[in-house]
């Protein structure tokens, strides 16, 4: 069955607040010790109970989290801040991989559009299409390549038919599309 969605806010009830506390810590505690068992890398835990004045509970011992952070300290400070990201680092990747999509998406469109209007030529409806100079040299580098890959193709699927029958692979046609379209 489905949890429901839980609301992200302070909570005000004292006694509710100190069992969710324990809850979420122990639930936190058990997450950790999987993720070091799974993955087999050594983590630790420091949590500040705000509800008493103990010492702050430590998984998985104090000497175990003074060997993590030591090992941490060792590590070169560049070496430690390569893997750190704050915000402005997180929003600088998530900006870098949007733009890449973008780009992706924006090159899938154009290459959609090419094939459209090549097929729009093709089927005697080139005088709906409104091109510029620059988009009609896109559109017949377009069909130059599309020529290529049909050409490539067809001579494969011809080799192909005659290396099962036996036939010499020589005697396949071999044709080259036009340079440009002057």
Request: with cysteine.
């Amino acid at each position: 069955m489905a949890r429901k969605r839980l609301k992200l806010a302070y909570i005000a009830n004292d006694p509710l607040r100190k069992a969710t506390f324990h809850n979420r810590k122990k639930g936190l505690v058990k997450k950790i010790n999987e993720l070091s068992i799974l993955c087999g890398i050594e983590a630790c835990a420091v949590i500040y109970n705000p509800f008493s004045s103990n010492p702050p509970d430590v998984w998985p011992s104090h000497a175990g989290v003074r060997d993590v952070v030591d090992k941490f300290e060792m590590v070169s400070e560049m070496e430690q801040e390569k893997k750190m990201v704050n915000h402005e680092g997180f929003l600088i990747q998530s900006i870098v991989k949007a733009k890449e999509k973008n780009n992706k998406k924006m090159a899938e469109n154009a290459e959609r559009t090419m094939k459209e209007a090549m097929f729009q030529l093709l089927g005697g409806k080139g005088y709906m299409l409104k091109l510029t100079g620059t988009n009609r040299d896109d559109l017949c580098k377009y069909i130059d390549q599309y020529l290529k890959e049909l050409i490539h193709h067809r001579n494969h699927m011809l080799s192909q038919s005659h290396l099962e029958y036996g036939e010499s692979s020589s005697t396949a046609m071999v044709m080259e599309p036009r340079a440009s379209y002057d």
